[in-house]
């Protein structure tokens, strides 16, 4: 793995009297100064204003130093990787720093340069998962009763502070409780759950938040600037996208690539070296999916895995893609955002088209499934994919099947007829390439895991079917289409053909849902129903209705009572 080196651990005994139990680091030793740095360690903000995407927490911190209202105890819980430990050493040199205690350190005086050095003897750092015994907190809670040498507070930071044991949390309690004036304690979590509520409560909380995708390619983008380097923008956006919201991990990721590559890093050397697949070669998986073309799904798979990604990469980036595909399906093109290329982008969007909001919820819907499967038996990982894919690329036949069986999905795709969808041609799938591996597939067997049971309401064939068996079917079924269709029904009609069904003038949510096609589809897929429905709405010109009383039903989502 990649990554900032673990801070070493370092336990000063007090006033240097006490033998330490462990070996203690002199850490002007064993840090020697690296005539490289990773960028992690390189661009770490030094300051509260360099800090990226958590300014609640800058904020908060800064106003608290600026009034002097600064605690003794502080968690900082958030995902890895966000700048918690960074954010403590801020938080250090801002209470030590000569020209403070200041939310702008001076970073120039010797407080402030050894803190960031990590070689300040009034600034402890301690990693808690490899210090966790009641012994090890025993030490600092002798070592925390002596005076600060020279700063002007004493400050533990422990990281990762779940990993101490129950009886070290009970030592750390009380010290606690009656902390000396110049302590102060920093915790830096990732998981608060595993921390006892005793503790929890002696502490104020700063909840860190993942990063969001652009403040990482920002940075990402500084980075490379500052180094004099050339990375393609969709290079930054497939690692800042791959990181998930850990700069620290993005970071790593970005001087991975550059130490394995000359001059320029492509997406090519991207997929390569970090096993994230080019945008294009899900493109080529979704299109297989979408056309059931079980070769060229099969190829695919063994393609990812074959450049060094695991099954649970595949997961994952296979999520990405298919969230970005639903939000082109749900929002239009405006829903791309970076600027792929021309060409991508109209497979994109035809292949968003092609597959439809319900498939591609359901496809999402199999993605998250398999990651939980897959955790169940690590071994089968391999087959348990391509069996998911093999269904997914059946899922559109399913779909219509359920929408036949239940009446309660509507194959979006089909039923949204209104808007042209022009068949997009045979998109450019890559040749099968001949798979050994379909051997290991199981059995794609029907398993219905996802799919409603039938109801069994379905055998009373015997039955005449009339307008209020429909109804009563319907408010089983999609309950809050029947309630708006009760609220403004007038009357109704069963036909040979189909149903009518007369409506009076309804307010402009009702209107909405009664004028969506997906909901009058679902209508005609009603079991026993005699064809397509027709909602007749009663225009509002006839009764021109006090636009008083229209105001006060809109404003409060109410109806007016009907005779
Ligand atoms: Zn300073």
Redesign the pocket.
Known sequence: MFGPPVPTLFFTPPGGKRPCRRPCYDRTVTAPAPSYRVFARKYRPRRFDEVIGQEHIVRALSRAIAKDRIGQAYLLVGPRGVGKTTTARIIA?SMN????PTAE?????G??LEIERGNDLDVIEIDGASNNGVDDVRAIRDAVATRPMRDRRKIYIIDEVQRLSGQAFDALLKTLEEPPSHAMFLFATTDPHKIPDTIVSRCQMFEFRRLREVDVRAKLEYVCQAEGIEVEAEVLHAIARGCRGGMRDAESMLDQLLAGTEDRVTLDELESLAGLARPERWLALFEAVAADQPQALLGEIAAFLERGGTERDFVEQAVDALRDLLHVALLGEDALGVEPAPERRERMMALARDLGRDRLEALLGMMFQLESRMQRSPLGARALLEWTMLRASRLGQMLDLIGVMNGDVAPVARVQAAPPAPKHQAAPVPAPEPVSAPAATPEPEPEPAATPEPEPELASGAEPVTLPLLLQQLERKRPTLHATIERNFTRGELLDDGVVVHLSTPNAMDRDLLEDPVEIAALARLEGSPGPWRLAIQEAEVTKPDPVVELLLEGFDGQEELP
């Open positions: 040199k720093c000569e020209q403070g350190p001076c970073l120039e005086c407080p402030c």
